[in-house]
């Protein structure tokens, strides 16, 4: 079950506050799924629990609706990716062996 835009938000904020970084240290992206997302296009390391979070939005317009908010705080990104069925929303620490 899709979480709300807020419940999304407050995660994702929390996330960032958990893992001690700031919002540049971070990268916020939508996909429709996340997980491949993560591994194979941003080389996050899936083994470390505590290096991302992904969640269920409501429809794509909700999650780039998030991605955009994020953008607008610092987050690394870009606003233009993904496509209608990207309606996962995900967030990582961004470390030497990530690729934005």
């Not at 958990?18 to 591994?39: H, M, P, Q, T």
């Not at 953008?71 to 996962?88: A, P, R, Y």
């Not at 967030?91 to 934005?100: L, P």
Request: hydrophobic content about 30%; proline content about 1%; some cysteine.
């Amino acid at each position: 079950m899709p979480l709300t835009k807020g419940q999304i938000m407050a995660d994702i904020s929390e996330y960032i506050r958990w893992i001690g970084g700031s919002f540049g240290n971070c990268y916020v992206g939508i996909s429709k799924d996340a997980v491949d997302r993560l591994l194979n296009g941003h080389n996050v390391d899936l083994r470390d629990n505590g290096a991302y979070r992904h969640y269920q939005a409501a429809s794509s317009d909700e999650a780039r609706s998030i991605e955009r908010a994020f953008l607008k705080l610092g987050v690394q990104g870009g606003d233009g990716g993904g496509d209608d069925d990207s309606d996962m929303v995900y967030v990582y620490k961004i470390t030497t062996q990530t690729k934005q």
